[in-house]
């Protein structure tokens, strides 16, 4: 637990010694938002204003987490090693990225639903939606960041490799965020809930079980 | 540098007769796939409103869906086996296996393309079950450029099955729990006739169900010629 914390601290603490990166991310993203904003100007089917949002998020997420390993050298890297398991490295390293993107999903939705309008049916449903959505990309993308850092990584082979694995989630998530912009019932979206509660699952342990093996050269 | 666990099996076996189909094994794909494209353009299957004569495509498009679930249950296995073993033979049977398997997935597609062309009238349809078929052949194709863009092989190995085993368990959930979950136009879904009702049928019974097991067997055929091959082309420029 120590440890994860302070793999958590040291990204925390490495991001803001150089905020250009994280800043450079949330640039990114907001310049995105503007770019749609001007292009579109107004949108009025809820599937497509769902959609327009998730395809920005995770274009943003790659953009921010594609660095998480990339920037680890192989003497750091070394060192970590003799300090604490994988498991705890990669735990640490999901819940930062996950968390990172929880709070650029959260900043992208208020400034998105100011720039294009739209009756939110249900806003703590979208809410839930939004962060377990973008909770689960950052832990696809921790351990398909750590594969392409290995592979002399660049952003074009993540997101080959990253955007077939994240598709039943981007599915999952975009029928639950619509759901609950129609504001339907809580009845009928458990399913959908229950199904992104166990994709988060399914990521961290295949992650936590398999980054060894990454790990180790 | 840290201890290199497996450096010292990676390349000590090249075992020509890991992947060895016993001889009566091909007699018998040869007998079923052959069978299959006989009878399954012969026999007499029920008429139905819409299906028609395109339910033949049972015989070709659903098999080979199967023989490809098959192959890359076999090439996670294999991606696994390599995990734990450190044996490059491994590794590289499980992309020979995913290479096939792969083979198999596009004449599914395209198979079903044609049935779709002709029952709902369009190639492509927006389906949940169309689309999860696509991705999970794009997640392949991934893996296979994944594969190429690492020089040395044993971080090769151990990375790209490391992807392997993520795919294949992110693939099961897109192909068989989120189609059961909104509706589909695909047979088996929604209430949309399966193969369950209108395959009662007991003379499709028998092409079908031998059909299944002669693609699969004729899949395996291909992936040990395959094997073979790169086995000994190694073993020459040794």
């Known amino acids: ?217 | 540098m840290p201890f290199q666990w497996s450096c010292f099996r990676t390349f000590g076996a090249n075992n020509l007769e890991a992947l060895r189909l016993p001889i009566w094994v091909k007699f018998l794909a040869f007998v079923t796939v052959i069978s299959c494209v006989f009878l399954g353009f012969i026999v007499d299957v029920p008429r139905l409103d819409i299906l028609n004569e395109t339910i033949r495509n049972l015989f070709f498009h659903v098999t080979s869906w199967f023989a490809m679930v098959f192959l890359f249950l076999l090439s996670f296995i294999y991606s696994i086996k390599h995990l734990s073993s450190g044996l490059e033979m491994d590794d590289r049977l499980a992309k020979i296996f995913t290479e096939v398997g792969m083979v198999f997935g596009i004449a599914g597609l395209v198979t079903g393309m044609l049935w779709a062309k002709y029952t709902w009238g369009a190639y492509w349809v927006p389906d949940p079950k169309l689309n999860g078929a696509a991705i999970s052949l794009l997640a392949y194709l991934a893996y296979v450029v994944l594969r190429n863009s690492f020089s040395d092989p044993i971080t090769k190995g151990r990375v790209s099955s490391v992807y392997n085993i993520f795919a294949f368990v992110l693939m099961l959930i897109f192909i068989f729990i989120l189609p059961r979950m909104t509706s589909s136009l695909h047979p088996g879904n929604g209430g949309n006739p399966a193969f369950s009702s209108y395959d009662l049928d007991n003379t499709m019974r028998l092409v079908f169900y031998p059909a299944i097991i002669g693609w699969i067997l004729l899949g395996l055929w291909i992936s040990e010629i395959k094997f073979r091959m790169e086995a000994l082309q190694i073993n020459k420029t040794k």
Not at chain 1, 111 to 118: A, H, K, R, T, V
């Open chain 1, 1 to 217: 637990m120590k440890q994860v914390l302070a793999v958590i601290f040291r990204n925390l603490k490495s991001d803001f010694r150089d905020p250009n990166s994280i800043f450079g991310s949330l640039l990114f993203l907001i310049s995105s938002l503007f770019v749609c904003y001007i292009s579109i100007n107004r949108i009025a089917s809820i599937p497509t204003w769902v959609a327009l949002f998730w395809i920005i998020v995770i274009f943003a997420s790659f953009n921010a987490v594609a660095k998480s390993f990339v920037q680890e050298t192989r003497d750091k890297m070394i060192y970590i090693y003799s300090l604490m398991s994988p498991a705890q490295f990669i735990i640490g390293k999901m819940l930062y990225n996950g968390l990172l993107l929880i709070l650029m999903s959260l900043i992208a939705i208020l400034i998105y639903s100011g720039l294009f309008e739209m009756a939110i049916g249900n806003l703590p449903m979208l809410l839930i939606g939004i962060l377990l959505g973008s909770a689960c990309i950052g832990m696809i993308l921790s351990l398909l960041s750590s594969i392409a850092s290995k592979a002399s990584g660049n952003l074009t082979l993540m997101a080959i490799l990253g955007l077939p694995i994240m598709l039943p989630l981007i599915l999952t998530a975009t029928k639950f965020t619509k759901n609950a912009v129609d504001g339907l019932d809580w009845s009928i979206q458990y399913k959908y809930l229950i199904v992104l509660i166990g994709l988060n699952i399914v990521c961290g342990a295949l992650s936590v079980v398999l980054f060894p093996y990454l790990w180790r050269e």
